[in-house]
């Protein structure tokens, strides 16, 4: 008889075991531990629940209003709170200390759903992954109660990398403060939290700076732009800038979704909006006859770098971001820096020979230690494009690797921090395709969803320089993209690739790229009930 009672347990745990499998909801990025519950057993959201947040840090009402920006969209209302749990059906946020930083335990059962975490954003995260188990038609059919029924089940979660970054140009085409919202919230759905914010450039300068009010009354502007691969100019003025109070909002914003601003202010070239703006900080000045950019690429002209205005100018351009933006790391460029002018300038050519300096990749080393120096002491962190390793850097300078992995490798082997965004896997401004057929024109190359996700960090490092691989970006350059539509297009679903590169284990036999691509597809679903635009596709470049 006990045999056949035991028997029987072991064909109804079977049976629940097969349960959890095809019942474990689609979660993206993949957590580090889902484990099920019994079939059929639900927490059952309904205007009754109550938020009971008990995380008492001082971002613990963003977690609140987080809850409540998911509930609405279900319910169409906010629910209750309470300071302590009384009888059953609460949503509870808890603190626990012995979790990571970013970690979280997100506990659904029939009687509560309970949240642990260290921190608020660990919270916060929970609740992207809860936005993720509720069923999407529930999302889909609002105030269907039927629908907002959460399967039984514990998710174990902290992300991998403590930088996940998403950058988006500002620059060749304009974003308005709710498109940069919108790409926060999005961002937010993937648990990302360090958004690059690409200001400046030849195209235009976007960021209003007090003490130089004509960096955005001129250089945010540009007569025309470019049509095609630069084959023509369409002779409309464009122009855009982002005043103090616009980037306050924002830095806000992003600060109650847990991600940190990285402005990126340009520095030595890709400035012309600086120079059409003040000549004096070119090499040639007035002579330099200088226009903010209509064409895409990098223009010739460049800061002068002979005279200590133009390093006056940068600190005190640095000096307003600083106090705009409160996160540790400034970016400040330093990509394809034309040198050339450089090398005709006499005061470029007097700082070179009074510093000792062999070259001009060595001036544009000798102007990132300034700034960098200039950034230290405001208790600030330089991060530059990998360039900056070309004539010398100093060891605290982080780099972010673009040209491939091979200057996050190089900085990584030296022992300085990196941050990982090779354009063959990282650009999400290439082509989603191979053959192009059904995509809007791009800016080149080739990174289908597929690519994006085989990303691996640590390629070709050893273990000890693995530890200085702070994360992972995807880069959304701007020049071939004019509307909101189509710059979530390019986002999505590529930026869920990397999304997830940084927060689940990268290693490549982690990863089942099929298994990730029906997790992509699922949720799709839900880009679609936010009304994100995405592209359909997310089998090129993988066998089907
Ligand atoms: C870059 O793509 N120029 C960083
Ligand atoms: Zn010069």
Avoid at 78 to 94: C, F, H, M
Avoid at 272 to 289: F, S
Avoid at 293 to 322: H, M, N, R
Avoid at 492 to 508: F, H, M, V, Y
Wanted: aromatic share 10%.
């Amino acid at each position: 008889m006990k045999k056949v009672l035991l028997s029987l347990l072991a064909v109804i745990l079977a049976a629940n075991i097969h349960a959890q499998i095809t019942d474990a909801p689609s979660i993206l990025p993949k957590p580090t531990k889902t484990t099920m519950g019994l079939a059929n057993c639900f927490f059952e959201l309904t205007p009754d629940t109550k938020i009971v947040n008990l995380l008492g840090d001082s971002d613990a009402k963003s977690i609140t209003k987080e809850v409540n920006r998911i509930v609405q969209e279900l319910l169409g209302e906010k629910l209750k709170t309470a300071t302590s749990v009384k009888g059953d059906n609460n949503i509870i946020i808890r603190k626990n200390n012995s979790l990571a930083t970013e970690g979280y335990i997100l506990d659904i059962a029939p009687e509560n759903i309970i949240i642990q975490a260290k921190s608020a954003a660990g919270a916060f995260y929970a609740l992207q992954t809860l936005k993720q188990i509720i069923p999407v038609q529930a999302f889909e059919t609002p105030i269907d109660l039927e629908v907002v029924k959460l399967p039984a089940m514990k998710v174990e979660d902290a992300p991998h990398f403590a930088y996940r970054g998403f950058m988006l140009d500002c620059s060749r085409h304009f974003w308005s403060v709710e498109t940069v919202k919108e790409v926060i919230d999005i961002m937010a759905m993937h648990k990302m939290n360090r958004f690059h914010w690409h200001l400046t450039e030849d195209q235009g300068w976007r960021i209003e700076i007090k003490k130089y009010p004509l960096l955005t009354e001129i250089g945010s502007l540009r007569e025309q732009t470019t049509t095609g691969h630069n084959e023509g100019l369409d002779g409309i003025p464009y122009g855009g800038y982002y005043s103090q109070k616009d980037i306050k909002e924002i830095v806000k914003y992003a600060a109650e979704r847990f991600i940190t601003i990285i402005p990126e202010i340009e520095i030595p070239g890709h400035s012309l909006g600086a120079l059409c703006a003040y000549p004096w900080l070119g090499c040639r000045g007035e002579e330099g006859n200088y226009k903010t950019w209509s064409y895409w690429g990098v223009s010739p002209q460049i800061a002068c770098a002979g005279k200590e205005s133009t390093f006056k100018f940068w600190e005190d351009v640095l000096g307003e971001v600083i106090k705009l933006f409160p996160g540790e790391y400034i970016h400040i460029g330093g990509d394809e820096a034309p040198r050339d002018e450089w090398k005709v300038c006499p005061l470029c050519q007097q700082r070179i020979k009074e510093n000792g300096l062999k070259n001009e990749a060595e001036l544009q080393s000798y102007v990132t230690h300034r700034i960098e120096e200039y950034l230290n002491k405001h208790g600030r962190k330089l991060i530059g494009w990998d360039e900056i390793l070309e004539g010398g850097v100093s060891q605290s300078a982080t780099i972010m690797s673009w040209r491939g992995a091979s200057g996050g490798i190089k900085a990584a082997q030296k022992g300085n921090y990196a941050i990982m965004t090779p354009n063959d896997f990282c650009y999400l401004d290439y082509f989603q395709t191979k053959d192009r057929k059904d995509e809007p024109d791009a800016i080149g190359g080739y990174v289908p969803l597929a690519k994006s996700y085989s990303l691996n960090p640590y390629d070709k490092l050893t273990a000890e320089q693995q530890k200085y691989i702070l994360g992972v970006q995807g880069n959304l350059w701007c020049e071939y993209i004019p509307t909101p539509m189509q710059l979530q297009y390019m986002a999505l679903p590529r930026l869920g690739a990397l999304a997830e590169i940084g927060w689940s284990n990268p290693a490549p036999e982690k990863k089942d790229t099929n298994e990730f691509i029906e997790r992509a597809k699922h949720l799709s679903r839900y880009y679609a009930v936010f009304g994100w635009n995405f592209a359909k596709h997310f089998y090129d470049g993988v066998e089907e």
